[in-house]
């Protein structure tokens, strides 16, 4: 069953910087495209960014891109968010995702997601 489990989130000032932590269980994790997605009040579920199992390959939306960095430690079953200068529109729950056929994300398997607030 695969389980994933979101820390880090907070209320930071905007211009401030958070570190998002998925631990990944239930899944072979070191051959799995993993990711993060968020969720703000009122919104659907977007995309924010991905990393490749093989070549560690990264992909962001436009919004985040230059400001946030995904990585992983296949040794730790983790995947990370570095978040730096923050914008209150980057408050949301962020979720983090695994991808088989489809982007699965923790939201989807029970998971609580680690909301993020950016206060201006």
């Known amino acids: 069953q695969v389980q994933l489990v979101e820390s880090g989130g907070g209320l930071v000032q905007a211009g401030g910087s958070l570190r998002l932590s998925c631990a990944a269980s239930g899944f072979t994790f070191s051959t799995s495209d993993m990711g993060w997605f968020r969720q703000a009040p009122g919104k659907e579920r977007d995309f924010v960014a991905s990393?490749?199992?093989?070549?560690?390959?990264?992909y962001y939306a436009d919004s985040v891109k230059g400001r946030f960095t995904i990585s992983r430690d296949n040794a730790k079953n983790t995947v990370y968010l570095q978040m730096n200068s923050l914008k209150p529109e980057d408050t949301a729950v962020y979720y983090c995702?695994?991808?088989?056929?489809?982007?699965?994300?923790?939201?989807?398997?029970g998971g609580q997601g680690t909301q993020v607030t950016v206060s201006s």
């Open positions: 995702a695994t991808k088989g056929n489809r982007w699965v994300t923790s939201y989807e398997s």
């Open positions: 990393i490749s199992w093989g070549d560690r390959s990264t």
